[in-house]
């Protein structure tokens, strides 16, 4: 008989650091010498996490669409290409940052259905301090409605562990008011800090993940109709461009010029981003500059250090706003970053919507034994 797979799903919020997370646990096991598979998940395809992870050098199986849950068959016919040829060791599969009640409708279903081929470790889901903190506090700051909390919320009840992620961007003080907030809101839940980004941490949440017990058994009791008006808020955006020049120009700023505008014209319309990323790929070279809320900067994540004349750039957008406004924001940061560079610009597809109301595949009201 084959061995089981290990199957690893690491949640969490919009902007969490989830893809970060996965490429530092991915390393590490192939580190190991361990065979490694990557599914990653979106409402819609041109998802910057699958073309960061690619060239990265991991082998990455994309469910586009809708979410784990609700593609259910989808998720299992994708893992299953990952092993057709060299079958993976260990599965690192990232859920859409909007869902919750994964344990219900993604891991028990894979106990009760496949429990010949996975092996399921424990359920961890990563808090984002720039949103989970003021959440977590109550404060009536902006942000998103008290629907799109209940689902952040949510994720951080179902975990087997909580993740504070970015502490290399917090104070002392700050890391300890999170973990308090952690141990009064979800007691008996374990708490460790890291930084996805510095690969503080990262030992003892693999070693968490090596364990075997009772895990994944935290089915939710869970409103439906809060849940999907929750996620209903969130304007989407997939968008894939070509920027281009006779004369070389550096990918990084035009990246990161994209997004701080972005965020320049969100703030001015008092719009509250859940997560903004801006993907540049040119020969086999990328970079990746990001936004994960209105309290904190733009940053140039994954810098490419490339001049080039020529990139395929992707646009991943998640903003409290009116999908086609959001359009909007986006096509005139792109364009106002070519007009100042000097660049070319054109949009090959976009993709824009609300999130649909979701409807599992399977849901276990009890978990299998």
Request: glycine content about 8%.
């Amino acid at each position: 008989m084959a061995h089981r797979i290990r199957y690893i799903m690491i949640g969490g919020f919009l902007g969490a650091g989830k893809t970060t997370t996965l490429g530092r646990l991915a390393t590490h096991y192939r580190e190991q010498g361990l065979n490694v598979g990557i599914v990653t998940n979106d409402q819609a395809t041109d998802l910057v996490d699958t073309n960061t992870l690619r060239g990265m050098g991991f082998e990455v199986g994309e469910v586009a669409g809708a979410c784990f849950c609700c593609n259910f068959d989808e998720l299992i016919s994708t893992m299953e290409n990952l092993s057709a040829e060299e079958r993976p060791d260990i599965i690192l599969a990232e859920p859409v940052g909007s869902c919750t009640d994964l344990i219900a409708t993604v891991i028990q279903p894979i106990k009760q259905l496949f429990d010949a081929e996975f092996e399921i470790a424990p359920y961890p889901v990563i808090l984002k301090p720039s949103h989970g903190t003021r959440i977590l506090k109550k404060e009536k700051t902006r942000g998103f409605s008290p629907k799109a909390e209940y689902i952040l919320k949510k994720q951080l009840e179902e975990a087997d562990f909580i993740l504070i992620n970015r502490i290399d961007e917090l104070s002392a003080e700050e890391i300890a008011e999170i973990a308090t907030l952690c141990q009064e809101n979800y007691p008996g839940t374990p708490v460790i800090q890291m930084s996805a980004k510095t690969g503080t941490g990262i030992e003892e949440l693999v070693d968490f993940l090596a364990q075997d017990g009772d895990f994944g058994k935290k089915i939710l009791d869970i409103d439906y109709d809060i849940y999907a008006d929750g996620e209903a808020e969130l304007g989407w955006l997939n968008s894939s461009l070509t920027l281009s020049s006779e004369e070389s120009f550096p990918l990084d700023d035009a990246l990161l010029g994209i997004v701080q505008r972005l965020q320049q014209v969100l703030l001015s319309a008092d719009l509250e981003p859940a997560h903004l990323k801006v993907i540049g790929l040119w020969e086999g070279f990328f970079g990746v500059a990001n936004l994960i809320s209105s309290e904190t900067q733009a940053e140039l994540s994954l810098p490419s250090k490339c001049d080039v004349k020529i990139a395929e750039v992707i646009v991943n957008a998640r903003v409290a706003c009116d999908p086609e406004l959001l359009e909007e924001f986006v096509n005139a940061a792109v364009q106002e970053t070519a007009l100042a560079m000097g660049v070319n610009y054109e949009f090959r597809q976009t993709q824009r919507f609300r999130p649909g109301r979701p409807v599992p595949t399977y849901r276990l009201s009890d978990p299998v034994e």
